[in-house]
C-alpha cells in the first residue's frame, strides 16, 4: 500500500514534466517557422504587388509629377520615372475608370497637391474625388493614371493601347492621340470574311445589348470593349458609305462612333490587325460586314 501511494506523486510529477516539456516546444515553433516564411514571401510578392500596389497604397504624402525625356517624347512621369497615362474616355472630366479598369489602370492619388519638377506648372494641376475613395490627381483636367503591365522607369507598354491610352506630354497633348475626327473604318479581309477595321487595321464589333442607338457597355464592360471614339464623323475606306455612319453621346459624354445605328467596340484581347478573338464572345459580339449585316 505504501508503495503505491509513493508511486502516485512520482507518476504526478512524470506528467507535469512531460506537460512542460510538450509546451516547451510549442513555444519554440513560431521561432522556426518565421524565418522560413518571410524570405519566400518577401521575394515573390514584391516584384508582382509593387507596380500596381505602390501608387495606391500611400495616398497620405503627396504625390510627386515631373517631366522626363523618353523615345515618345518629354512625357509625365512620377517620382521614381513611372509613366503616367490619361484616358480619352475622361474627356478631362472625372474619371470614368473603375472597378477592373482601375486594377490595370491605377490612379495617381494624393491628399494634398502634388510635388512637381522643373517645367511644370501649379496652376495645370487638380485633384477629382473617385467613386471609390481617394482623390486623383488631374493634369489640365484629366485624371492621370499608370499602367499595371508598366515594370520599370521609362515603360511605356499602355502607349495607343485600344486608341484610347496615352502619355501625356508637359503641354498636355495627349501625345499620339487622333485628332477629332482622326478616326479611321476601313473594311479589311480576316479569318471571318471582308469585316470592319480601324486605320490600324483592329476588328470592330457591335454589341446585341445595345439597343435605340445607346451604348450598353461601360464600366468593367468598356474596359473590355473600349468603344470606338471620335468627336466627329470618322475618315472610311473603300466600300463605306457616310450616311450609314453617326457618333452618339455616351454616358460619360464621349462620342462614339455608330455604323447602322449599331455603336462600334474593340476587344481588349485583339492584340493585333486581323485578330478577332471577340467573336461571338457571350452570344453578344459580332463582327460587322461593310453591308451592315451582323456575322455570326
Known amino acids: 500500500m505504501r508503495n503505491r501511494l509513493a508511486a502516485a506523486p512520482l507518476l504526478g510529477l512524470a506528467v507535469l514534466l512531460a506537460a512542460c516539456s510538450t509546451g516547451g516546444g510549442a513555444s519554440v515553433a513560431p521561432a522556426t517557422a518565421a524565418p522560413t516564411a518571410a524570405p519566400t514571401a518577401a521575394p515573390t510578392e514584391a516584384p508582382t504587388e509593387a507596380p500596381t500596389a505602390a501608387p495606391t497604397e500611400a495616398p497620405a504624402a503627396a504625390a510627386s509629377v515631373a517631366v522626363a525625356d523618353n523615345a515618345l517624347g518629354s512625357i509625365l512621369v512620377d517620382d521614381k520615372g513611372m509613366t503616367l ?19 490595370a489602370w491605377p490612379p495617381l492619388l494624393s491628399a494634398s497637391a502634388p510635388t512637381l519638377g522643373a517645367g511644370l506648372s501649379a496652376a495645370d494641376f487638380g485633384s477629382t474625388d473617385r467613386t471609390d475613395g481617394g ?12 499602367f499595371a503591365k508598366d515594370a520599370a522607369a521609362g515603360d511605356t507598354a499602355g502607349q495607343g493601347l485600344n486608341d484610347v491610352w496615352y502619355v501625356v506630354g508637359p503641354d498636355g497633348t495627349a501625345i499620339g492621340a487622333p485628332a477629332a475626327g482622326g478616326v ?14 480601324d486605320g490600324d487595321g483592329l476588328t470592330l464589333y ?8 445607346k451604348s450598353a457597355c461601360s464600366g468593367d464592360c468598356a474596359a473590355n ?3 470606338l471614339l471620335s468627336d466627329a464623323a470618322p ?8 450616311e450609314d455612319f453617326a457618333t452618339i453621346t455616351r454616358d460619360d459624354g464621349s462620342k462614339q462612333v455608330s455604323f447602322y445605328g449599331m455603336p462600334l467596340y474593340y476587344f ?14 457571350g452570344e453578344k459580339w459580332y463582327v460587322l460586314t461593310a453591308d451592315g449585316k451582323i456575322v455570326k
Open 85 to 103: 497615362y490619361v484616358f480619352l474616355p475622361d474627356k478631362a472630366g472625372p474619371s470614368t475608370c473603375y472597378e477592373g479598369c482601375a486594377k
Open 135 to 146: 482623390k486623383q490627381v488631374t493634369f489640365k483636367g484629366w485624371p492621370l493614371y499608370y
Open 184 to 197: 479611321t473604318v476601313k473594311v479589311a479581309t480576316t479569318s471571318l470574311g471582308d469585316i470592319l477595321v
Open 206 to 213: 457591335m454589341f446585341t445589348a445595345d439597343a435605340d442607338g
Open 225 to 227: 470593349w473600349p468603344p
Open 235 to 242: 475618315t472610311l475606306g473603300a466600300g463605306l458609305d457616310a
Open 268 to 281: 481588349a484581347g485583339d492584340k493585333a490587325a486581323g485578330d478577332v478573338n471577340g467573336q461571338g464572345l
